[in-house]
């Protein structure tokens, strides 16, 4: 077995004797793959080496093998070996964000500083909810959320960010996926046939819109973030207008008030992903789009940036004329348990909500500038490119660096990193007519727990270095 | 305003002034039909009175009640005015199943006893479960759901249903109609075209199934349970082995056997929606069906009837060659909280669970002893149907009553009831070929509070007495 395969520690759980062997091996490898386990760009043993490790047949292993690079799983490159393919998005059965990595640091994008969160002060907003809950509130629930969150929600969102929002037009959802999900069904049932989306978006939201027999346009980004005169008649458009993802930039004025026009003149709406506004590090948070027109736009936030993913839970503001079809459309898969939601609500109306925001916001703010000094410090050639906000950069690779080297590099090394083409959350959607972009790094900088953090820094510091093209 | 809407007590929260009023009319009216404020069957005002009563011009009350006709809202009968109708399906466009009723006694079926709900043992459960968990529980999930919380299910579904199980077969969802979705899509992306379910089930269920694309048909049933023998092509079929829902039987020994001979012959797969079957009075429960064939049945229970429907926890035991492809299903809706799944763990290994079933066991049969000395006692007229087991027993009406005049009239007295026909959870389904089944009343003696269920009795026999045919 190849050191790659070795040091990524991979145990394939594989029954080596019986008729199954070849299957097990195909769905053990295709597990593996997915639970990202196997990262991308990893090389694969050799057949031989594998078939030898194993001690089963040789031909075995080769079959499988070929199974899996017919099916997408793996990639035969000439002269390299056999990779852990770049999965498109038809290929990505499970979910593409991020799972526990299996490698001792993490830097990659799409989750906060999950060890940060605040057990004691969520457990006693719990307590307080199951206690003062009312006894319906353990029944099947009102498909628009509690009212009690709902109504937290409209305070904080409407001071923190300036969304405009009573609590009738909020419904309380899973997070943001969900969100979309929802937004999908109710513009398909009208008659929706495509969604715009950023380039280089997350390849859950696409396979969401997809999913809901919508198909997907693909908008261009420049320096001002998304080249809003691209759009068309599409029936919406996905936006992360506070700190575009993965880019990094925030969507220039103009571009917000073109992207209302756009809305304004063909019916269609501006889904404004508001996934970290509430961090921006170097002045005061730019306020939601949806304040400009609460008609057009659906401002959608959740708790999976705020405090921790594994919450589950988000909210959409929505336009008058979505209410009751997005309603309804939430009322077959009403999700969210109401204890949760009570808890939410006691832990912003009791003033935690917003005492854990601006900690953690300074902690990112922290590991932000450790970042970029020491990017500058020892990585001087790497380009750290958009705003002082959020909990990701972008690095820049100078001409020469490829991800999948870096990211292999890395993983060889114990730390777990995507890039821009390369990654878990993101895929290629480019738009042919634009420029490619360089390679680069999608950083996370509040994926690691604060122990870890320095830790990660130089590792991916010693990679940049060391795993430099020759 | 006629006295049938009065005592309804319905408020129609209504701007009576502007552009606005009629559309402002009609989507109240839908609302209140939606919320089942306004329940089927009720009369609704005639347009005169209700324009008198609103301050608003007559054709306006007029044109929203003919719009509410085209939409199948309202049902217009020669002599007996204009009525709320009863919903079918494709009209079903909120949760059918119970919301909290406005009035002030509920034996509608469909949740437990909501106001058992062991709070400070939950509290206790999500305490040690908050401060227990590892990091990475607060991260995005594996969709197969908290490895604790397959574990514990693993004990207790083998020791209380028999289930065979391991937990590499369970998959946590958000509840039965939540699992349903899931093993639809999958049978759907198999190429799959239609899927079985019993006579009088639950619309929800149908709605779920039809929405992935399936077409679903009907089992009619008989005194042995839902006909086997009447199944063909479809890819599966939902059964309530335990407890038909809501026909009270338990599916006899010789249909289960044709039911997993059915599966093996055909490729089909049987779905067993075990809803209430730790719920039996006179024996020991019959144990899950899926023992019998593992890899032909998925079996699927929830917390809802446990404990609450407000905690949304589901799981489903699969089939191995389903596992994949429903987590794969699951990752894109991956909803159930990890701290929530956690603390259900908790719950379960420390014994609360096991108790908590054994009380409400003891408590659910003393009130359907109580329901049925009532009945005998006060309304020997009227037949209970059905084993004793589960939350709710059928109440067969003698000839000459109709379904829905027991229950507008048990509504002018503040009860909540519902009909075999005419009801929230339940639809006509039956099969023409079948014969028609007798008006009853679906009783869910679980729904009311300990305090109030003695004077939801009183009244339930004092209607079906008072409110008897003349």
Known sequence: VSDSWATSGVDLHLETTGPGVRVGLETALRDAIRDRRLVPGLRVPSSRALAADLGIARNTVADAYAQLIAEG??????????????????????????????????????????????????????????????????????????????????????????VRVTPDRVIICSG??????????????????????????????????????????????????AVIGRLGDQAGVVLTPAHQFPLGMALAPQRRTSAIEWAADTGGIVIEDDYDGEFRYDRQPVGAMQSLAPELVVFSGTASKSLAPGLRLGWLVLPGHLVDDVTAAKALDDYT??????????????????????????????????????????????????????????????????????????????????????????????????????????????????????????????????????
């Open 337 to 470: 348990p109401a204890l949760d939601q009570l808890t939410l609500a006691e832990f912003i109306t009791s003033g935690r909500y917003d005492r854990h925001i601006r900690r953690s916001r300074l902690s990112y703010r922290r590991r932000r500038d450790r970042l970029v000094a020491a990017l500058q410090g020892q990585a001087p050639q790497i380009h750290v490119t958009g705003i002082a906000a959020g909990l990701h950069a972008l690095l820049e690779l100078p001409p020469g660096y490829r991800e999948e080297d870096i990211i292999e590099c890395a993983a060889q090394r114990g730390l777990a990193l995507e890039g821009l083409r390369v990654s878990g959350c993101t895929s290629v959607y480019t738009d042919s007519r634009t420029e490619e972009r360089p390679d680069a790094l999608v950083i996370g900088y509040g994926t690691p727990p604060g122990h870890a953090y320095n830790a990660a820094i130089a590792l991916l510091t010693a990679v940049l270095m060391e795993c430099a093209p020759a």
């Open 176 to 225: 943001f996926t969900h969100g979309l999900s929802l937004l999908c069904r109710v513009l398909r049932s009208r008659g929706a046939t495509a969604l715009a989306m950023e380039a280089y978006g997350t390849a859950d939201h696409r396979a969401v819109a997809v999913g809901c027999g919508l198909r997907v346009d693909t908008l261009p980004i420049d320096d001002h973030g």
């Open 73 to 162: 799983w793996l990639a035969a490159r000439q002269g390299s070996g056999t990779r852990v393919a770049h999965q498109p998005v038809a290929l990505t059965r499970a979910r593409v964000l991020p799972a526990a990595s299996p490698l001792p640091y993490d830097l990659r994008a799409g989750s906060p500083d999950i060890s940060r969160f605040p057990r004691s002060g969520w457990l006693s907003a719990a307590r307080r909810a199951v206690n003062d809950a009312p006894s319906e509130a353990f029944g099947y629930g009102d498909p628009h959320g509690r009212l009690e969150l709902r109504q937290a929600l409209t305070g904080y969102l409407a001071r923190a960010r300036g």
